[in-house]
């Protein structure tokens, strides 16, 4: 069975995508991977075949309708009686219904968050547009898969369908884990900077902690703003920003934190009902965390004491969080960060998504 997946992503570092790939590959599907070249083009090695559409415009707003009918064209070049697509996200959606119309093929829809419910499109007319689209194209999905129990709820509620829930999360470490005497104690943020993520909280946080560094690991549009708050609280020299890194590069520098942030802010459900990705990274390289008490992070919690819980975003009372799990030390969470590691890997997430796509083969290829 031929699995053509797209996504509006440059793919370098986009770790789901990458994941489900490697488990339908590994499974013996044959996999196609389409994306765009949207934030540069990173080396990547792959073990399928892979194409990034190259974008002619500079504004995101026109890089979406570009990345639309380029697409579908790609798409439509591709596909033959045997295909089925795998969409990611709303922003890749579309050309995938019309030529899974067109032609007769199933289609599967990923969810990685609530589209239009992100922060960054909030209040603006493009919600209204992505909304519209969500209304017409999500509603009698047949098949479907997100990220979070809480998101399957939010997506049966609004349109009625079911999705398989396949969380975000890293594959099992197995390797002994040494832990680090930080001389300054380092906080790691890690993922996009941009707003509703709690990263002004946790600069300003920094003005409350002595002997400690934030290390602020990802890219994104508010990068520079963030920077030019951390000079203008003169703490340049308590908050480190470094910049996209690769995955791979990325969990060296996950493994050496003494405390993981996941403090995200309620910029409506798409957030609210989230589970990160870097809690799952920083539970699989056993490092403790401070997460806001959403309701995924509270889940994990509830399960395993992997951290401690924050109700705000107080640069105080965030402050005084990340206190007590430097004071308690990295060691004092191990045992609890062992059993969730054990549960909260990417080996117990594959066998739903073989399920759903053998699912797909037998209802529609035999």
């Known amino acids: 069975m031929k699995i053509l997946v797209s996504a509006f992503s440059n793919l370098y570092t986009d770790q789901r995508i990458e994941k489900v790939c490697e488990t339908l590959h590994a499974n ?72 899974s119309k067109k032609l007769n093929i199933p289609l599967v829809f990923d969810s990685h968050e609530i589209f239009t419910e992100m922060p960054a499109i909030k209040g603006r007319w493009t919600q209204k547009v992505w909304k519209f689209l969500e209304q017409h194209l999500v509603p009698g999905t047949k098949y479907m898969m997100t990220e979070s129990y809480s998101y399957a709820a939010w997506f049966k509620k609004e349109y009625g369908v079911d999705p398989v829930v396949v969380r975000n999360i890293p594959l099992a470490l197995k390797k002994k884990i040494d832990i680090p005497v930080n001389n300054p104690k380092v906080i790691l943020y890690q993922g996009v900077i941009n707003q509703s993520r709690g990263i002004p909280s946790a600069i300003l946080a920094m003005k409350y902690l002595d002997n400690a560094v934030l290390k602020i690991a990802g890219d994104g549009p508010k990068k520079a703003e963030y920077e030019a708050l951390a000079e203008k609280e003169h703490l340049q020299d308590k908050v480190m920003f470094l910049g996209r890194l690769h995955p791979t590069e990325l969990r060296k520098v996950t493994r050496t934190a003494d405390v993981g942030l996941s403090v995200e802010e309620n910029g409506g459900v798409s957030y609210l009902y989230s589970l990160p990705n870097k809690v799952a990274d920083c539970i699989q390289s056993r490092v403790p965390l401070v997460m806001i008490n959403f309701p995924e992070m509270l889940k994990v919690y509830s399960q395993f004491k992997v951290g401690e819980i924050v109700e705000n975003h107080d640069p105080r009372n965030l402050a005084d969080k990340i206190r007590v799990v430097i004071s308690n030390g990295r060691e004092y969470y191990q045992v609890e960060l062992e059993k969730a590691a054990n549960e909260l890997c990417w080996e117990k997430e594959e066998p739903k998504i073989l399920e759903l796509f053998n699912k797909v083969e037998k209802e529609n290829f035999r």
């Not at 707003?61 to 064209?73: M, T």
């Open 28 to 99: 013996g599907h044959q996999v196609e991977l389409l994306g765009n070249d949207w934030g540069g083009e990173g080396e990547m090695d792959r073990p399928y075949p892979f194409f990034r559409i190259r974008h002619s415009t500079k504004l995101l707003r026109f890089a979406y309708l570009e990345f639309q009918w380029k697409l579908y064209r790609e798409l439509n070049r591709r596909v033959d009686k045997q295909t089925v697509l795998l969409a990611n996200d709303l922003d890749a959606l579309l050309p995938n219904v019309l030529i």
